[in-house]
T-cell receptor, first 115, second 109 residues
Framework: NAGVTQTPKFQVLKTGQSMTLQCAQD?????MYWYRQDPGMGLRLIYY???????DKGEVPNGYNVSRLNKREFSLRLESAAPSQTSVYFC??????????????FGQGTRLTVV | RKEVEQDPGPFNVPEGATVAFNCTYS??????FFWYRQDCRKEPKLLMS???SGNEDGRFTAQLNRASQYISLLIRDSKLSDSATYLC??????????FGSGTKLNVKP
């Protein structure tokens, strides 16, 4: 099973350039997330999508936009990259059940450097 | 104030040792709790969920103390392969999923 697939795995951007990080899951999960991880900061939620057609801001949404293209795909766009956006980006997905909270499954991450 | 606080470590222990990590959380409405493991330059993976009554999975035991708002992870008989960063995760309102910054464990031969 592929699980959660992110592309690209590595990227170097110049300040002001734009790019889109792609994420797809094949587990039929309804909720999808984008996190960034910086040294000493843990993972911080950028945006999430509780279900197809909906998106909401997380803790650190500034400078980012997202699109939930369909149930499988959730993309993250940087319109004008800044050095402060140098980070490791993780996409994750979960299934929503009626009661029990479920684990999140993560992609392998995208290492982004903005110079 | 951070939602979830962890001691960053590192905890350096010999093989066979018992080691414990604690994690505190600030929101008393938190509903679900997890421990994730993250290897260097890899994605986080679920180690175990934490239940109110406490739970055990082999050498790993997780405890929850709602009154004091902390969770703990105990690792017995440490193996070299346990070396990793352990992330505490607290969840409320389903999509509010907060990660601690992680505790690094180094198990030495």
């Amino acid at each position: 099973n592929a699980g959660v697939t992110q592309t690209p795995k590595f990227q170097v951007l110049k300040t002001g350039q734009s790019m889109t990080l792609q994420c797809a899951q094949d587990m039929n999960h309804n909720s999808m997330y984008w996190y960034r991880q910086d040294p000493g900061m843990g993972l911080r939620l950028i945006y999430y999508s509780a279900s197809e057609g909906t998106t909401d801001k997380g803790e650190v949404p500034n400078g980012y936009n997202v699109s939930r293209l369909n149930k499988r795909e959730f993309s993250l766009r940087l319109e004008s990259a800044a050095p402060s956006q140098t980070s490791v980006y993780f996409c994750a997905s979960r299934i929503r059940t009626g009661g029990r909270s479920t684990e999140a499954f993560f992609g392998q991450g995208t290492r982004l450097t903005v110079v | 104030r951070k939602e979830v606080e962890q001691d960053p470590g590192p905890f350096n222990v010999p093989e066979g040792a018992t080691v414990a990590f604690n994690c505190t959380y600030s929101n008393s409405a938190s509903q679900s709790f997890f421990w994730y493991r993250q290897d260097c330059r890899k994605e986080p993976k679920l180690l175990m969920s934490v239940y109110s009554s406490g739970n055990e999975d082999g050498r790993f035991t997780a405890q929850l103390n709602r009154a004091s708002q902390y969770i703990s992870l105990l690792i017995r008989d440490s193996k070299l392969s346990d070396s990793a960063t352990y992330l505490c995760v607290v969840n409320y309102n389903f999509n509010k999923f907060y990660f601690g910054s992680g505790t690094k464990l180094n198990v030495k031969p």
